[in-house]
């Protein structure tokens, strides 16, 4: 299975930690690991929406709206991703 990415990097700083999250598989993977509220109707939806692109149900473009929005429902500080992978392949 290749690797989905999203159009734009999102990079996430929670508690001195940065991470520039490339795709729905890494935002799943993220939420797993450093969530700091895995209760929110933002992040089950988000978790949802990013399982959907992976099997090609949805567009990774919408799991990447609703991670934002996710982010913003844990107040977690997020951008985009300045130095992304996308960006070194050009």
């Known amino acids: 299975m290749r690797k989905l990415l999203w159009s734009r990097p999102i990079a996430l700083n929670f508690h001195g930690k940065q991470a520039d999250v490339n795709g729905p598989s890494e935002a799943l993977d993220w939420m797993s690991r450093n969530w700091p509220d895995a209760r929110g109707p933002c992040y089950v939806a988000a978790?949802?929406?990013?399982?959907?692109?992976?099997?090609?149900?949805?567009?990774?473009?919408?799991?990447?709206?609703?991670?934002?929005?996710?982010?913003?429902?844990?107040?977690?500080?997020?951008?985009?991703?300045r130095n992304s992978l996308r960006q070194q392949e050009h």
């Open 47 to 81: 978790r949802s929406l990013c399982r959907a692109a992976m099997s090609g149900r949805r567009s990774p473009e919408e799991a990447r709206e609703m991670f934002l929005s996710a982010a913003e429902e844990a107040r977690l500080s997020a951008s985009v991703a």
